[in-house]
């Protein structure tokens, strides 16, 4: 057994945008807006204002695709584990390879950009290298992330192996 798979790990999460509806919702939504938008573009051809009815269905095409979008877009995760020796942050992004970086516990800084309550960006800092962590968290769940990772991270410097 390795030196660093003995280490204790003093933070371990996945960090995952929120999912939006399940697939039946906004398949029921989209069937909902499409029944709407198509008795709106039966009226506007009744009343001779024929050239509207295409935008009524492009207005649909656009929200099939946003909701696409959506659910590949919650497929991202970021896992970020702490040891003493380790500070990594695994990046699985919803397209495209996934990448890991790695810094010293010893000499990150967690900055919260905002404060507490508007937190809008939070960073980590090593070394003159800055990283974005958990951009798609709301701004409370950022907040309560720096706070856990501002202990973890002193509990794994004080950390002093037996």
Do not use: C
């Not at 990150?108 to 404060?115: A, E």
């Not at 937190?119 to 907040?143: C, E, I, M, N």
């Amino acid at each position: 057994m390795s030196a660093q798979a003995a280490e204790p790990v003093f933070f371990d999460a996945v960090l995952r945008p929120n999912p939006p509806m399940s697939p039946r919702v906004l398949l029921a939504i989209l069937a909902v807006v499409g029944l709407i938008n198509f008795a709106f573009g039966i009226s506007f051809m009744l009343h001779g204002a024929w050239p509207v009815t295409p935008f009524m269905g492009a207005d649909v095409l656009l929200l099939a695709w946003a909701f696409r979008a959506s659910r590949k877009a919650a497929a991202s995760r970021e896992h970020v584990t702490l040891t003493p020796s380790a500070l990594r942050i695994a990046r699985h992004p919803a397209r495209g390879q996934p990448s890991e970086i790695a810094l010293n516990p010893y000499w990150v800084r967690v900055d919260l950009d905002g404060g507490a309550e508007r937190a809008r960006r939070l960073t980590l800092t090593s070394h003159g290298r800055a990283v974005q962590l958990g951009a798609f968290l709301a701004p409370a769940d950022r907040a309560s992330l720096a706070e856990a990772l501002r202990a973890a991270l002193s509990a794994a410097r004080d950390f002093r192996p037996a």
